[in-house]
């Protein structure tokens, strides 16, 4: 849920990375924090492990210049993609107003990736949201590795909900290839739909594709 | 739908904050909401509101599981002490919590006791928020996005994370 502050001049928005373990929602958010200017970011927080998995989420807020005469603060986080912290990614999830979900593009991930997709949508469910309303991206990761599974095969299995095709970009995360792409698309599509619920002017071109 | 404050709530939630602050002979407060939103901060000047507010809401909603699991609806507050500080997090309704920095010369009792008065306002406080969002519309102005092919862009080329 959004969050305006006419005192501050200030709009908060809430970004969650979303996948299966391992699939690279982590990396993403570092890259960002390594690659983008220090102006726009504040410092990135991590819950981990020992072993560097994500244990309760990771955090960084980022600030722009999107909506005139306001500063607009994203905060983003990812959750814990291991299938036993379910209950954390649902504390995580509250509240979100857009979501990247990062597929891991190995052959061998496929099952994950559907798990988690089927995780997300039950998760947005239990507090009254769908898949169906939430601005959300698919960032399929990976790219780089031999054993991918091709881009139309990943679009047809995760980007086929009733013929509306959502935004779908190829990533290759520890390279920041495709990881400011995909936040800027997310940043659009959560800023687009705020100022549409808002009565104002969002940007005519929609992103989104009728299959 | 949004969470909207105007300069007036937040004129009226840093009085609170003020005030709870003076009679517990606390640090720091601040009111946040469970998504890590800060709604409004007096006194966390040389920390990070935004993530204490993060860390502060994750820990909250974590321990309202923990008391699910022993049967409990939730438990009214988390307290972190520390040797020099600590920190005291209660929820004010489904939606806020108030966080309360403390330094360990101060009393807790204090901190709790002084608590209770300042949620009941805020909470009366986020109750006529939540009316005037449902009677009326907002009046403020309506927001227009800046032009830009891209707000966030990179400076340089990772090195492996």
């Known amino acids: 849920m959004s969050f305006i502050n006419y005192a501050t001049r200030e709009i908060q928005l809430k970004i969650v990375y979303y996948g299966c373990g391992l699939c690279g929602k982590t990396t993403n958010l570092q890259v960002i924090h390594q690659m983008i200017r220090d102006e726009a970011k504040g410092s990135l927080t991590s819950l981990a492990t020992s072993q560097d998995r994500t244990l309760f989420f990771d955090f960084m807020p980022l600030s722009a210049d999107a909506v005139r005469g306001f500063k607009t603060k994203f905060q983003m986080y990812t959750v814990p993609g291991q299938v036993m912290y379910n209950m954390t990614r649902r504390l995580v999830l509250r509240g979100a107003d857009g979501v990247v979900f990062v597929v891991d593009s190995q052959w061998d991930k496929m099952q994950q990736n559907v798990e988690s997709l089927a995780n997300l949508e039950e998760n947005l469910k239990l507090q009254g949201d769908s898949l169906d309303t939430i601005p959300y991206i698919l960032q399929y990761n990976k790219r780089d590795l031999p054993n991918v599974a091709p881009a139309k095969y990943l679009e047809f299995v995760f980007n086929n909900r009733g013929g509306l095709r959502r935004p779908s970009m190829a990533a290759v995360a520890p390279r920041g290839d495709g990881v400011f792409e995909s936040l800027n698309l997310i940043a659009r599509l959560v800023l687009n739909r705020f100022v549409k619920q808002h009565g104002g002017k969002e940007n005519a071109d929609q992103q989104f594709k009728l299959a | ?161």
Not at chain 2, 89 to 96: G, K, L, Q, S, W
């Open chain 2, 1 to 161: 739908m949004a969470f909207v404050l105007t300069a007036k709530d937040v004129q009226r939630m840093n009085g609170v904050l003020n005030q709870l602050m003076a009679r517990a002979e606390a640090q720091g407060g601040m009111v946040c909401d469970f998504s890590g939103h800060v709604l409004t901060e007096v006194g966390f000047d040389s920390q990070d509101p935004m993530l204490i507010s993060a860390l502060g809401a994750g820990v909250f909603a974590a321990s309202r599981e923990l008391a699910r699991l022993l049967g409990e609806d939730e438990f009214s507050s988390v307290i972190h002490q520390g040797e020099k500080r600590g920190l005291f997090i209660c929820a004010v309704d489904r939606d806020t919590l108030l966080v309360v920095a403390f330094s360990v010369s101060a009393s807790m009792g204090l901190v709790k006791l002084y608590a209770r008065p300042a949620v009941a306002e805020l909470r009366a406080l986020f109750a006529a928020v939540q009316e005037r969002a449902e009677s009326r519309p907002s009046d403020e102005q309506s927001f227009v996005l800046n032009d830009a092919k891209e707000w966030f862009g990179s400076e340089e080329k990772p090195t492996a994370p």
